[in-house]
Every structure is written in structure tokens, then in C-alpha cells.
């Protein structure tokens, strides 16, 4: 059996004084009858393993990419490499999403903070890690424009003190991923960017994402560490906490509700199914050259309302007429500022060789299926996310805004706390 390690189990009875929320506990919630179930997703490449590489660790090996891509390295090269996936436990992980690899004698979790130096180091140690993919990262563009301290330290800071881990460590390889979302805005009829491109983040999040890109160049010119960083469009597919805009109308339209658009839907994104993307690090994994960038694109460029109509003919609803989306859609206020288009130029991967697999057409059938056979079980009570942003999130509590305001307003006061819409609370 392989070893869970710094795992502290907890009592998942919300008994914080609190009133009307949701408490998701990954570190307890585990049920059998649901991960034994699930199909065991990965990528499908697989190249000749890369001399001097034994332990990887893997940042956030809970959450959703880098969940598929734990299993992928697990699973696909069990007999050349040891996969450390390090992961907090917040609320949009699960220990499901690795459960099944428990008894693989190459796969070890270990439950740490990537900003706590003392876990950080500890866990690089402990594992002689030489090789670190570092995934871990607040990623909800909509919360970071109220809870943007939080951003901050996980983003840059988390990133610093892992540089500096790596550094003195002597880690050969140093993986980053970042987003296609660090260069900003991209006009409709703008050429799509190249990885020299100048960034121009718009939003908490974008800019907390080419912060950290700054660090790790930072420890690339002035330390030597080798880097590698990693710049992809939106991912989606199975295992993404239902907060993202896929999985989150997949659960509505599950649960025949209304679809919670911003804006009037037109802002488009391009959109990258989890193997694909797996696929696309393996290959700059073992392809790749140090000290480069690398764009991950796709070619399925799609409005936020066009996705509303595919999810609502995926889920035989009608969308054909403006009265059948008027009758499935609520528009609901937008973003403070909302990047109308991301577009990027994948041409350096494709010279490695990788090019997308999946259609948005095939990779979306492939998730909805998934979110009607396990998204309701998969994290416990998904019903507060289910809900308008802003919501709360504490740890692994989650409240509406409208049942923080109130138990606010009976609190004694404490700790400040944000959330989006940029009101500041006391806890």
C-alpha cells in the first residue's frame, strides 16, 4: 500500500458556529462506491524516460489538471518514475481524483502548503525531489477580483517559496504552468500572440499568474534554476470542480436550472480538453528545452453563449430560438472587466510534435457524461456553488453572499475578509 503522508483526517461536521453553509471536505469525503466507479482518465503519449529523473512532485496533484496529470506519469511510466503529488486539500480538490492510484508503489500524496516553506522543504527532502511541475494555484478569475490578497500570496508568493525551495534543493527541471490569460486581451481581428509577446494582464488573477512568471525567470537569469514555462488556453473535462463554466451548466442543466451567464455572453475563449493538455506537457517534458516558453493552444474558439447552446443541445433542451434561451438562460452581472477574446500562437509546441486530439464536440460529450454520473457525489453538497458569484469560500466552507451577510451581521467581528464585488467583511 502505498503511503498518504502529513494526512490529518477531520471531523466533516460543520461545527464552527457558523450558519447556513457548506463545508467540503476532500480529506474526509471519500466514498468508495464513487472513484471505484469512474473511468481512470490520462493522456495517451508516452516517450523514453529522461535519464536523472527518478522523483517528481507534482503542486496541486489534487485539483484538476494536474489530477490528470498525476495519473498520467503514475500510471504511464510506473517503472522509471515516482510521482509526489502535493496538494493543500482546499474546497476544489478531492482525494478522489488520485484515489485510484492509492496502491501504486510509485505514487505517493502528501498534504502540504506551497506557501509554507517548512512543507515545501520538508516534502523535497524527504522524496530527493528533482523535478517539480508546479500546477498549484488560485485560478477563479471572478474571486480574485474580491479576494485578491488570496491570490497574491498562493500565486507569487507560493511560487516564490518553491523557487527558492528548488534552488536550494538543486531540482534539474522546474516545470511552470501559467495561462494564456497573463498576456490580456487580444482584439477580434488581432493576430494570435506568441510566446515573446508582451503580457498585460487585466484582471487579479492574470496579473498574479505573470507575477509568478516573473519570479521564475527571475531564478532562471540569476540562479541558473532550470525552467520551463507553460502557457495554455482554458482546459476543461472531467474532475473540474463545478465552479468553471462547463462543469458548473452541466450541473444546472442536470438539475434542470437556469444557466448563470455573465454579461450578454459574447466574450470567447478557446478551449483545451484535459487530455489534450496532458498530452502537451508530457511532450514539453521530455522534448522541451530549458529556459523556453511554450504556448498550448486550440482551435476550438467558442462564445461563452454559443456554449450555452451546445450544452443545452448536449442535455436535448431547446436552444434554437431566442424564447427557448430566454427560457434556459439568466443573465447575471458581469465581471468589473471581462477579456473579450484570448488568442495564442501554438506553432513552438507543434514543432515538438504534439497537436490537439480532441474536439470541442467530442471532448464535451465525453464531459457531461461524467458530470451526470458522478459530479453530484464527487466533492459532496455542490449546491452553494451552484449559485450567482460572488460566493464565499473559507478553507472548505462555502457560503452564498447573502448567508455570509448574515451571519456576518450577528458576528462580534474578527479577521477582514474579502470577496468578490470587492466588499471587505469581518470574520
Known amino acids: 500500500m502505498t503511503a498518504i503522508t502529513e494526512f490529518q483526517d ?7 458556529g457558523r450558519r447556513n453553509s457548506t463545508v467540503l471536505n476532500p480529506r474526509a469525503y471519500v466514498d468508495s462506491s464513487i472513484w471505484t466507479r469512474a473511468p481512470v482518465l490520462k493522456g495517451t503519449t508516452k516517450f523514453d524516460p529522461l535519464p536523472g529523473v527518478s522523483n517528481i512532485l507534482v503542486t496541486g496533484g489534487a485539483g484538476f489538471i494536474a489530477c490528470w496529470f498525476v495519473r498520467h506519469l503514475t500510471l504511464t511510466y510506473a517503472g522509471s518514475y515516482r510521482i509526489i503529488s502535493f496538494d493543500k486539500l482546499e474546497y476544489c480538490s478531492s482525494l478522489n481524483n488520485t484515489r485510484v492510484l492509492e496502491d501504486c508503489p510509485n505514487f505517493t500524496f502528501v498534504q502540504g502548503d506551497i506557501t509554507s516553506p517548512t512543507d ?8 530527493n525531489i528533482d523535478t517539480i511541475f508546479h500546477f498549484a494555484a488560485q485560478s477563479h478569475v471572478d474571486l480574485s477580483f474580491g479576494n485578491s490578497y488570496q491570490f497574491t500570496n498562493t500565486n507569487v508568493y507560493g511560487t516564490h517559496v518553491l523557487l527558492e525551495s ?12 501559467s495561462t494564456d490569460e497573463v498576456y490580456g486581451e487580444v482584439d477580434a481581428a488581432g493576430d494570435d500572440v506568441l510566446e515573446s509577446s508582451l503580457l498585460a494582464p487585466t484582471n487579479p488573477y492574470s496579473a498574479s499568474k505573470a507575477a509568478a512568471e516573473m519570479m521564475v525567470n527571475a531564478y532562471f537569469k540569476s540562479f541558473k534554476l532550470p525552467v520551463i514555462i507553460v502557457r495554455s488556453n482554458n482546459v476543461y473535462g472531467p474532475h473540474q470542480f463545478p465552479e468553471k463554466i462547463i462543469p458548473k451548466f452541466a450541473m444546472l442543466l442536470h438539475r434542470r436550472r437556469r444557466l448563470l451567464l455573465h454579461g450578454d455572453g459574447s466574450p470567447t475563449r478557446r478551449y483545451l480538453y484535459a487530455g489534450d493538455i496532458v498530452d502537451a506537457i508530457d511532450t514539453i517534458f521530455h522534448k522541451g528545452t530549458i529556459g523556453q516558453i511554450y504556448n498550448i493552444d486550440s482551435r476550438d474558439e467558442i462564445s461563452n453563449l454559443d456554449m450555452c447552446r451546445r450544452l443545452l443541445e448536449l442535455f436535448n433542451l431547446p436552444h434554437s430560438t431566442s ?4 427560457s434556459w438562460i439568466q443573465y447575471t452581472e458581469d465581471r468589473p472587466f471581462n477579456d473579450h477574446r484570448y ?6 509546441l507543434a514543432l515538438l510534435g504534439w497537436k490537439q486530439k480532441t474536439s470541442i464536440d467530442e471532448g464535451l460529450r465525453a464531459t457531461v457524461d461524467w458530470y451526470r454520473r458522478f459530479g453530484e457525489v464527487w466533492w459532496g453538497d455542490i449546491s452553494r456553488i451552484l449559485t450567482p458569484f460572488p460566493v464565499v469560500y473559507e478553507g472548505n466552507e462555502v457560503f452564498t453572499r447573502e448567508e455570509y451577510e448574515a451571519w456576518d451581521e450577528q458576528s462580534d467581528g474578527g479577521k477582514p475578509m474579502q470577496i468578490n464585488g470587492n466588499k471587505s467583511y469581518t470574520m
Not at 424564447?323 to 430566454?326: A, I, P, Q, V
Open 10 to 16: 477531520e471531523n466533516t461536521h460543520p461545527s464552527t
Open 120 to 127: 515545501v522543504k520538508r516534502c523535497l527532502r524527504e522524496y
Open 166 to 177: 528548488a534552488k536550494a534543493q538543486g531540482v534539474e527541471r522546474f516545470i511552470h504552468i
Open 323 to 326: 424564447e427557448d434561451l430566454r
Open 343 to 348: 488568442a495564442t500562437d501554438g506553432s513552438k
